[in-house]
């Protein structure tokens, strides 16, 4: 598995947005409740999505991506894990199968190729 990417939550996504880019974060999404940037150095990714306020429900989701969503959830629903999402394949054009770690932390196994730097609503420049 590889580490993709972080998805943070944003009380004001546009102060947020402002924020990462004078950080030095390239956008590469943008939408009035989401936003992704690309790491200045690398080829990993961030993203922020809009919430209404922070705790219940607001939470970061970690994301690995992996060549193949449906063999790991078997390996791993094999081997005890408990999974809060079975794969199924997303809105977003990514195949996603979720569960919490022992903290409560979401994350996703997910896979995406291409689509995961180029989706069809990539900003332009």
Same mark, same amino acid.
């Given at each position: 598995?590889? %580490?993709n990417? $972080?998805?943070l939550?944003?009380? @004001? $996504? +546009? /102060?947020?947005? @402002?924020?990462?880019?004078r950080m030095?974060?390239? &956008?590469?999404?943008g939408?009035?409740?989401?936003?992704r940037?690309?790491c200045?150095?690398g080829t990993?990714?961030?993203? %922020?999505? /809009?919430?209404?306020?922070?705790g219940?429900?607001?939470?970061a989701v970690?994301?690995?991506?992996?060549? @193949?969503? +449906?063999?790991?959830?078997q /390996?791993? &629903?094999?081997a005890?894990?408990?999974f809060? &999402?079975a794969?199924r +394949?997303?809105?977003? %054009?990514?195949?996603?199968?979720r569960l #919490?770690?022992?903290s409560?932390?979401?994350?996703? %196994?997910? /896979?995406?190729?291409e689509?995961r !730097? #180029?989706?069809?609503w990539k900003? !332009?420049?």
């Amino acid at each position: 598995m590889n %580490l993709n990417q $972080i998805t943070l939550p944003a009380l @004001d $996504i +546009d /102060r947020s947005v @402002d924020f990462y880019r004078r950080m030095g974060f390239h &956008q590469i999404v943008g939408a009035p409740h989401y936003a992704r940037f690309e790491c200045p150095e690398g080829t990993s990714t961030f993203s %922020l999505h /809009r919430v209404e306020r922070l705790g219940t429900g607001a939470q970061a989701v970690v994301y690995f991506e992996t060549a @193949d969503v +449906d063999a790991e959830f078997q /390996r791993l &629903q094999a081997a005890g894990f408990a999974f809060t &999402q079975a794969p199924r +394949d997303e809105p977003w %054009l990514w195949r996603e199968a979720r569960l #919490n770690d022992p903290s409560g932390n979401a994350l996703c %196994l997910f /896979r995406a190729g291409e689509i995961r !730097k #180029n989706p069809p609503w990539k900003l !332009k420049g």
